[in-house]
């Protein structure tokens, strides 16, 4: 039993790290996006002119 228990608590540990890993690149992505716009196709090659 005491197998069974260390198990599901490392289980439930490992889903939360992954889980707190997306969350924190979805903040780093959208962070990034702010800093770095995206350009479409028209402007960037408007820019380049």
Wanted: charged share 25%.
């Amino acid at each position: 039993m005491k197998d069974i228990g260390f198990g599901l608590t490392m289980t439930v540990m490992g889903m939360g790290v992954t889980l707190l890993t997306l969350v924190f690149l979805g903040y780093v992505i959208r962070l990034l996006t702010k800093l770095f716009p995206f350009k479409k196709e028209d402007e960037a090659s408007q820019d380049k002119k």
